[in-house]
């Protein structure tokens, strides 16, 4: 599975961006699609995760609230609205696939994007 996330970019607080990360190769099985971030200086935190049939959404607490998972099956797609941005979602933004259901661990990921990076000035 390739992917391409998209949509960073510059956002004063309190603003809005969605990230899109498109999916190619082997999409024909059911794979958990996630987003992961990291700021300068620290480790790739998880931020949200799908489940193939979108019933299984989880969150990290930071984020909880003021974003929103969400996945187009039928253009092997998944999104990340993130609103009400604050200068500590400052990071570049990966997603993540694997087949099977969704974990918050990064080391449970077989594939990644090339990363989107999300500044928020103050």
């Known amino acids: 599975v390739q992917l391409q996330a998209s949509g960073g970019g510059l956002v004063q607080a309190g603003g809005s961006l969605r990230l899109s990360c498109a999916a190619s190769g082997r999409t024909s099985s059911a794979y958990a699609m996630s987003w992961f971030r990291q700021a300068p200086g620290k480790e790739r935190e998880f931020v949200a995760t799908?489940?193939?049939?979108?019933?299984?959404?989880r969150y990290a607490d930071s984020v909880k609230g003021r974003s929103t998972i969400s996945r187009d099956n039928a253009k092997n797609t998944v999104y990340l609205q993130m609103n009400s941005l604050k200068p500590e979602d400052t990071a570049v933004y990966y997603c993540?696939?694997?087949?099977?259901?969704?974990?918050?661990?990064?080391?449970?990921?077989?594939?990644w994007g090339q990363g989107t990076l999300v500044t928020v000035s103050s």
């Open positions: 799908v489940s193939w049939s979108g019933a299984i959404i």
């Open positions: 993540a696939a694997r087949y099977g259901s969704g974990s918050t661990l990064r080391h449970d990921y077989d594939y």
